[in-house]
């Protein structure tokens, strides 16, 4: 059976070609013989009679070609019921916009939808962890720079500070309450106190690296170590991180086996746990990344099994 995927990606401009997991995946389906297609957030309506998108179709095309062409390349309406799967692939800012196109999506009855765009509406990416409190360290959230100093206080002097909307640790600095910027740091990441900033406890054990376990509902896929260049404690690739092969300790099986039996009751289909010293810090839900690069690192195409769990999925409903 040939299956058709719709990917709703962020604009082009914003997708990093070489290393992107959507494209990579879609890459991937294209190969089993599956029909792919794309579209934006802003790609999508809704009326009274139907629910279109306005895609780009990849059939016996080359993904990069139609990228560089996208100026002059086709898009066309499709009903979003033709599709057997609807994978949603953008990055944060989880903005009106994004719920938006939750809101759209949760109307649309038949396809498979990844992840499930309700729970993507319930849950926040940062603190959906407080649903497991003996697996994470000390962790708050506030808006008012005297209640994050007292916080910061708490923790000995020193915390990390998170947006809550963001990802790829955009805007995500530590605070050390004997450094001169400290007080700016804080006004900076709560937009002068008018937005909510998530802070935890720093752990020195960061300059070991952080665990990113890449799940398949209650099932790890594959866990890498992304370990903060010399003198750094950021561990995303464009801060310069390097990504190892990693096996998981007996703690961190354990945690993503408490964790996986959330995610897949919750419909969670993919997601990808970051994990600092045995403690969890965040589960990504909305777009998982790193597939690629794990496939090249361990020389193994994880992304096949991936595929097959999806199938075996749809198989289900």
């Not at 959230?141 to 640790?169: A, H, M, N």
């Not at 376990?213 to 010399?230: C, G, Q, T």
Request: with cysteine.
């Amino acid at each position: 059976m040939t299956f058709k995927h719709l990917f709703i990606l962020d604009t082009f401009e914003k997708l990093h070609i070489d290393d992107d997991t959507s494209l990579y995946l879609m890459e991937q389906l294209m190969k089993k013989g599956d029909e792919v297609y794309s579209c934006t957030e802003y790609d999508i309506a809704l009326s009274s009679k139907k629910k279109i998108c306005h895609a780009y179709s990849y059939n016996k095309k080359i993904i990069k070609d139609v990228i560089a062409h996208s100026n002059s390349e086709p898009k066309n309406d499709y009903d979003l019921h033709g599709f057997n799967f609807i994978h949603i692939r953008k990055d944060p800012p989880f903005d009106m916009s994004y719920v938006t196109l939750l809101l759209l999506l949760e109307t649309v009855q038949g396809p498979l939808i990844i992840n499930n765009p309700t729970k993507l509406l319930e849950h926040n990416e940062k603190m959906v962890i407080f649903n497991f409190q003996g697996l994470i360290t000390d962790t708050y959230v506030s808006s008012t720079i005297q209640e994050i100093k007292t916080q910061i206080k708490d923790l000995g002097g020193k915390g990390i500070l998170k947006p809550l909307f963001s990802c790829r640790g955009q805007g995500v600095v530590l605070l050390d309450e004997t450094q001169k910027d400290y007080e700016e740091k804080i006004l900076t990441g709560t937009a002068h106190q008018k937005e909510r900033v998530m802070i935890q406890r720093f752990l020195p054990a960061i300059i070991n690296g952080e665990t990113r376990v890449l799940m398949i509902e209650d099932k790890p896929l594959v866990a890498l170590k992304k370990v903060p260049k010399k003198g750094s404690i950021y561990t995303n690739l464009h801060s310069g991180a390097q990504l190892l092969p990693h096996t998981l300790t007996a703690t961190e099986k354990k945690l993503c086996e408490h964790i996986g039996g959330f995610c897949k009751k919750e419909g969670l289909f993919f997601t990808a746990l970051d994990i600092i010293d045995d403690k969890l810090s965040e589960i990504n839900m909305t777009s998982p990344s790193l597939l690629r690069q794990a496939d090249n690192l361990y020389r193994y195409n994880f992304s096949l099994e991936w595929i097959d769990k999806l199938y075996n999925k749809y198989s289900m409903l």
